[in-house]
Every structure is written in C-alpha cells, then in structure tokens.
C-alpha cells in the first residue's frame, strides 16, 4: 500500500538525492510547505525567509517494501535535527528540520523513532512534527537537481556525502 510523508531536512536538493535512492520510495518531489499563506510561493518568496514554507520533499514510498520507522531513521542520519534553522551553510528557517503527516497515527510513529534517535545525539532534536499544510511543488529546474546536476560545486560537495552517507549507513536500503 502506498503511503505518503513530507520530510524538510535542509536544502531539498539533499533529501531529494537521498530518498530518490532508497528502495521503496516511488517518488520524491521536492517542494514547500507549512507556511503562514495558502498560496504557491516561489523559491524566491521562500529563500527571503518571511512566509514560513520549509524546502521539503514530498515521499510516496510502498509501505510493504519500506517502512516508516526505517525512513525516519534515514533522514534522521543523513541531517542535522539538533540545529535549529540551518543546515551547514543553509541558514533560514526555510531550511528547518521538519516532518509534516497527514495522518495521525503516524505522528505517533514519529514521537516514538525520535525519542529512540534523540540517544545518538549530544544536543535535543529541534525537529517540528506538524500537520502537514499547503504542501506545493517546486519549480521545474528543482527536481532531479542533484541527478542533472552532480559535478555542481554544491552537489559535489554538499549532497554527495549525504547519499554516502546513505550509502554507508542503510546498503539494505539502497536501490539496485
């Protein structure tokens, strides 16, 4: 059965390349959510940090190949839930660690993987869990970034080691 979630791990590029690798994830569409107007906001509007979106990416993934818990457990290790508006260089509240569900059970699912996560970091997780508002997608030259674009300075440098780190971390994930 396919289930959704929407995930704001920093830039969306990062957890765009990510996920778009693990098996069981069917798509992943970069984009914004849970800011303060219910209009489609462009990537200008959100980069100026004054509507509230957070770059995300939307995961549609077969619940019977992958769960929850384990991509909860990805993106938690491939970003940084303890910093509070920033990822590395990326400072905003764009770029905020975020997990945003549609369903209620599943926020249950979410409380329970963090506070088993929260033992492997040194500082409290500042990561939101929300209801998911005003989910929209990025313009067109957002998607696939890191696929289209992998000797980019920012890729090379930035996104690269975060799928390494999949990579390294979650083999029994990674897609043939």
């Known amino acids: 059965m396919n289930s959704e979630i929407v995930l704001g791990g920093g830039c969306f590029w990062c957890t765009e390349a990510v996920f778009q690798q693990v098996r069981g994830v069917l798509s992943v569409t970069s984009g914004y959510s849970n800011g303060l107007k219910p209009a489609q906001p462009s990537y200008e509007e959100v980069c100026r940090g004054d509507t509230g979106y957070n ?72 990561t939101e869990v929300l ?21 980019q300075g920012y890729c090379a440098f930035v996104v690269a080691p975060k799928v390494g780190k999949l990579r390294q971390h979650f083999s029994q994930w990674v897609k043939d």
Do not use: C
């Open 55 to 126: 770059e995300v990416v939307k995961l549609v993934y077969d619940d019977l190949v992958v769960g929850l818990k384990d991509l909860l457990q990805i993106f938690f290790e491939v970003h940084d839930p303890t910093s509070l508006n920033r990822q590395g260089n990326d400072v905003g509240t764009q770029y905020r660690s975020g997990i945003y569900v549609s369903h209620e059970e599943d926020q249950a699912m979410v409380k329970a993987v963090m506070a088993e996560v929260q033992a492997d970091f040194s500082k409290p997780l500042v």
């Open 131 to 151: 209801p998911l508002a005003h989910f929209w997608p990025a313009e067109a030259y957002h998607h696939n970034y890191f696929v289209n674009n992998p000797q």
